[in-house]
């Protein structure tokens, strides 16, 4: 039972030459999606992928010196935008966009439509009579 519990808990255990690059690198693993989880980032996953993008990431930065936008733009053209968090906007992910935009533009436009709408039509003195006859009938 103890083996599992401590591979469970098991956490990549890098070194790095500065606290800032180790900083940098917790970033970008925060930011970038695993490619098998869904809606993971690579920092929470335990996925066999997701470790050795974990790998990469700290390669670029300590052995290849990349910055942040160069990883990013790495793993961007290997796993395209779906492992991004914060996809670009283009036509490819304009409907991720605008959709919210256009949901909410939507709903306001029924909620308009709803306050405008012509009043309930009011009943006549004899439907009135009606209904209270009937409320008293069902009370007994």
Known sequence: MMPVAWSAGQVDAFEFPSPELEARYRSLIDEFRCPKCLNTNLSGSDAPIARDLRKTVRRLLVEEGMSDQEVRDYLQERYGDFVLYNPPFKPGTWILWLAPVLFGLIGL???????????A?????EEQA???ELLKAGER
């Open 121 to 125: 039509v009011a009943l006549s003195a």
């Open 109 to 119: 436009w029924a909620l308009i439509r709803m306050v405008r709408a012509k009043p």
């Open 130 to 132: 009606r209904v209270d």
